[in-house]
């Protein structure tokens, strides 16, 4: 008998420790984020979607050096380079991405083809809705990736 009234006590000692800590997360602050209906917030340094930027003239930044497509550790940037014309001029410079891809079935977020490019043409977003049961949905075309320009936001 004196060690069914120990086996009690302990249970009960077990299910009071058990409901402290229940009782202590209740009352303290919720950490998780109540995603999708808040949005998540980022550190300044996560690296999410790119974005290829512009300049203060509204002009793509991007030269078409292919710099960043030979550092990419995952071969995930295609790109193809066209002269700028004295009618059509979409860079500062000689040339411009005519095609600019990053296909994000490969790509790991390293970050090199940020840290190679000269211009600062590209840089991490916070993007991060990147799932798809479709992996050819995953190229991010140009178009996708330019931030609008100045005339347009
Ligand atoms: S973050 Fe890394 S893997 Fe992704 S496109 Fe840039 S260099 Fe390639
Ligand atoms: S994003 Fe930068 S590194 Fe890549 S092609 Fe354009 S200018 Fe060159």
């Not at 302990?10 to 209906?37: L, Q, R, W």
């Not at 000269?118 to 949905?137: C, K, M, N, R, V």
């Amino acid at each position: 008998m004196p060690g069914k009234i120990s086996e009690i006590l302990d249970s009960a000692a077990a299910i009071a420790k058990g409901m402290s800590v229940t009782f202590g997360e209740m009352m303290s602050p919720t950490v998780t984020e109540d995603y999708p209906d808040t949005p998540p917030k980022f550190q300044e340094r996560y690296r999410g979607r790119h974005i290829l930027r512009r300049d203060e003239n509204g002009l793509e930044k991007c030269v078409a050096c292919f710099l960043c497509s030979v550092a990419c550790p995952a071969d995930c940037i295609y790109i193809e380079a066209a002269d700028n014309t004295e009618l059509v001029r979409i860079s500062g410079s000689e040339r411009y991405a005519r095609v600019y891809n990053i296909d994000y079935s490969r790509c790991i977020f390293c970050g090199y083809c940020v840290e190679a490019c000269p211009t600062d043409a590209i840089t991490h977003g916070h993007g991060f809705e990147l799932a798809a049961y479709d992996t050819s949905t995953l190229i991010c075309r140009k178009e996708q990736l330019l931030e609008a320009s100045p005339a347009k936001s």
